[in-house]
């Protein structure tokens, strides 16, 4: 896998994108990268210390659908979760039909207006939430199964970078991110994203 790569696809520009717009992007980073996971790896670490590709998958299958009931302003349960993995031999469609609902729901004209979830954030900034989680864990995903993840589009990087500015601190406080990990000078803005969330760019 190569983060250097250039970023190519919707750059950023001088209009807002949406959140479901953006999640769009992300989804066709991280649906070939779920597809391609076989049942060899799903026991193999990835770059979250405390997930194997097995967890890793049914986390990430649970804050796709918590992420969905919040754009609807629904209440969202983030406790255990359950394993979706180990339900049956469909689970990558199953994650996949998901990141699409992930996507419509937060493509619904008002979603990311006004407040959303226990804490009553705001909404963009919990849509951005779930876009951090399916390029991140994508990303994950990917490392951890030895599959390339082209770095993510300019327009999900910027989002993303001034999201984390705003969740880095707390979120840092709660062990969400670990500390942040130093990476050369060079270091495109997708390296140095996954930095501040803790992980290794490098990670093999």
């Known amino acids: 896998m190569d983060t250097n790569a250039n970023t190519n696809a919707n750059p950023s520009s001088a209009r807002t994108y949406g959140i479901g717009e953006l999640l769009g992007m992300a989804r066709e980073r991280a649906v070939p990268v779920?597809?391609?996971?076989?049942?060899?790896?799903?026991?193999?670490p990835t770059p979250c210390a405390e997930y194997d590709v097995k967890t890793l998958?049914?986390?990430?299958?649970?804050?796709?659908?918590?992420?969905?009931?919040?754009?609807?302003?629904?209440?969202s349960d983030f406790g255990e979760a359950p394993d979706?993995?180990?339900?049956?031999?469909?689970?990558r469609a199953?994650?996949?039909?998901?990141?699409?609902?992930?996507?419509?729901?937060?493509?619904?004209?008002?979603?990311?207006?006004?407040?959303?979830?226990?804490?009553d954030m705001p909404a963009r900034l919990v849509g951005s939430m779930a876009l951090l989680d399916l390029t991140v864990h994508g990303w994950d995903l990917a490392r951890a199964t030895g599959?390339?993840?082209?770095?993510a589009d300019r327009?999900?990087?910027?989002?993303?970078?001034?999201?984390?500015?705003?969740?880095?601190?707390?979120a840092r406080k709660m062990g969400v991110f670990g500390e942040p990990v130093a990476v050369?000078?060079?270091?495109?803005?997708?390296e140095r994203l996954l930095?501040?969330?803790?992980?290794?760019?490098?990670?093999?």
Do not use: C
């Not at 597809?35 to 193999?44: F, K, Q, V």
């Not at 599959?147 to 770095?151: D, K, L, R, T, W």
């Not at 327009?155 to 707390?170: C, S, W």
């Open 34 to 44: 779920v597809r391609g996971i076989s049942d060899a790896a799903l026991a193999a």
């Open 57 to 75: 998958v049914n986390h990430v299958f649970q804050v796709i659908v918590q992420f969905q009931r919040l754009a609807a302003k629904e209440a």
């Open 84 to 91: 979706r993995v180990g339900a049956g031999p469909d689970w």
């Open 94 to 119: 199953g994650l996949v039909a998901e990141a699409d609902r992930l996507v419509a729901a937060w493509s619904v004209p008002g979603a990311e207006e006004g407040t959303t979830g226990a804490m």
């Open 147 to 151: 599959q390339e993840y082209p770095a």
């Open 155 to 170: 327009a999900v990087v910027a989002q993303l970078a001034e999201a984390v500015a705003e969740l880095e601190p707390t």
């Open 184 to 190: 050369a000078g060079d270091a495109s803005e997708f």
């Open 195 to 204: 930095a501040r969330t803790g992980r290794d760019p490098y990670w093999k």
